[in-house]
């Protein structure tokens, strides 16, 4: 079982079925009622540095170490007093030693005295200037350094990346492969992070097949499975398989309660909507508590949220397209929002000039499958992927993005800007 953490949901129970109005509900409304009604994960493990990538920290990080620690050389060439140096002409100075990452020269420079340096090595007490190598000429032990170089050039002073107790990374961050190295310069090598949220997923629909098996007429092989096996795992969550539940009302009231024992989250496909063999919205309605159903998009307009015992519950829609495009545009950010991620990252939309036609009926949110492209005159031209049904996975398996059309707007004509969401940071 999960920890009890479950205040009253924020939206009331009026809101059950389509009773908001019959209005459907804007995606942003959508989205915002569902991050407003998660509360996060808050219990925590310690992972070491590697398996912290993708996770969330679940405290602050404040440096314990300056970094650099020393004043260091940002540059291969010669370390000297730049007091030294003549201000008029060249300057001739007796190489002494050398410093370098790693190996810092351990003896004193004098008044005249240089010592060969390399990038990252400290720079020696008594200078504070670095002459490239390639501004200087070297004869034995002599070096001599044109006019022309700034006092104090080419040095890195310490704690020039973070200082000692500065905050490094604060609580929520999703740890990215950035956050790693910079744990690592600092110092951590064992890192305080959320636990793993687990997802149960389930199929359902008499007419689905696991894949290996033949079909029969009728039959199709249950795809979303994987493409939702595949947008959990790569969020770092632990997956809860159940298979596939057959369209029965004892089926899916099983089903339900095999995945609200084991996870947190729970994410079905298919009997959504309000078919002979729909179950998922009943079962959600009468044995636990609903939040809404229809969200002005396409595809996906059937879709439930809500609470299933203790677990949160997203019902999407059946069709392979609209698993997708629901999952992207509203589970992931509520997903985000439990694993404790502090800012659940806002969708990147970027402007293209749409290519090719669109067909839109005014009235719902978009997100057809499209191709960007950047152009040689480095403007980005977009294209639809293909056929836009919800059903059809190829056009989604084509696309590097989602042409995202406003709710009021109709079709699109060859040339009208439009505005895309690259997969790129999405997925
Ligand atoms: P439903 O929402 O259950 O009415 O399903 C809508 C459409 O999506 C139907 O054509 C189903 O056959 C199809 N579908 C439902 N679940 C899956 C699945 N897991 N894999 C592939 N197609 C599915
Ligand atoms: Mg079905």
Known sequence: MTEARQPEPAWPDSCAGDGHGGRLLRLDEARERIIADVVPVTEREVVSLRDALGRVLASAVHSTVDVPSHRSSAMDGYALAGQDLSSSGATAFELVGKSLAGRPFAGRVGRGQCVRIMTGAPVPEATDTVIMQEQVRVDGDRVVIEAGQRVGQHVRPVGEDIHRGDLAIGAG???HPAQLGLLAAVGVG???????????TFSTGDELRPVGESLALGQIYDSNRYSLYGMLARLGLEVIDLGVVPDTREDTI???????????AIVSSGGVSVGEADYVTETLERHGR?????????PGKPIAFGRFGPAYF????GNPVAVMVTFYQLVQPALRALMGAVHPDPPILVRATCETWLRK??????F?????ERQPSGTCTVRS????GSGVLHSMSKANCFIVLPLEGGDVEPGTEVEVQPFAGLV
């Open 190 to 200: 064992q890192v305080p992070v959320v636990r793993r949220v687990r997802v149960a």
């Open 173 to 175: 961050t999703l740890l």
């Open 385 to 388: 992927s293909g056929h836009q």
């Open 254 to 264: 099983r089903a339900f309660e095999a995945a609200a024992t084991r996870a947190d």
């Open 314 to 317: 997203f019902g999407l829609p």
């Open 368 to 372: 057809q499958r499209g191709v960007l």
């Open 361 to 366: 009926a005014p009235g719902r949110m978009e």
């Open 290 to 298: 609903i939040g809404f159903w229809k969200v002005a998009i396409k």
